[in-house]
Nanobody, 120 residues
Framework: VQLQASGGGLVQPGGSLRLSCAAS????????VDWYRQAPGKQRELVAG???????NYADSVKDRFTISRDNAKKMVYLQMNSLKPEDTAVYYC???????????????WGQGTQVTVSS
C-alpha cells in the first residue's frame, strides 16, 4: 500500500495549486485522510483533514483559502490551495488510515511529500 502525493511546484503569491494524494495497492478502505506540511526548521503541522463521510477540518492559517476533498471511487484526496502566501512554502505530505482487510485494523500511512514554494 502506497500514498503518492503530487501537484507541488513554484507559484507566485496569490496563486493557486492543487495537490493530489493517490492511494494504490490492495486496499479495502481508506478512512480519515490528512494533509500535513513541514517548512524548513519547523515542525510538521496539520493543514487539513477529511473523514470517510466527508467532514473536514482546517488549520486556522489556511481556513477560507484551502479546500480538502476526496474521491473514494478513485482513492484520491485533493488539496486545493488558493491565495497562496510565502508562509505556505513547505513540503506537503498526505497521511491516511488505510485498511487492507475488513478483519485487520487500519494502518497509518504517509506519502512521500511534494514541495510547494510560494515566491515572486
Amino acid at each position: 500500500v502506497q500514498l503518492q502525493a503530487s501537484g507541488g511546484g513554484l507559484v507566485q503569491p496569490g496563486g493557486s495549486l492543487r495537490l493530489s494524494c493517490a492511494a494504490s495497492g490492495s486496499i479495502f478502505s481508506i478512512n480519515n485522510v490528512d494533509w500535513y506540511r513541514q517548512a524548513p526548521g519547523k515542525q510538521r503541522e496539520l493543514v487539513a483533514g477529511i473523514t470517510t463521510g466527508g467532514s473536514t477540518n482546517y488549520a486556522d492559517s489556511v481556513k477560507d483559502r484551502f479546500t480538502i476533498s476526496r474521491d473514494n471511487a478513485k482513492k484520491m484526496v485533493y488539496l486545493q490551495m488558493n491565495s497562496l502566501k510565502p508562509e505556505d512554502t513547505a513540503v506537503y505530505y498526505c497521511n491516511a488510515e488505510i485498511k487492507v482487510s475488513p478483519f485487520l485494523r487500519s494502518r497509518n500511512t504517509w506519502g512521500q511529500g511534494t514541495q510547494v514554494t510560494v515566491s515572486s
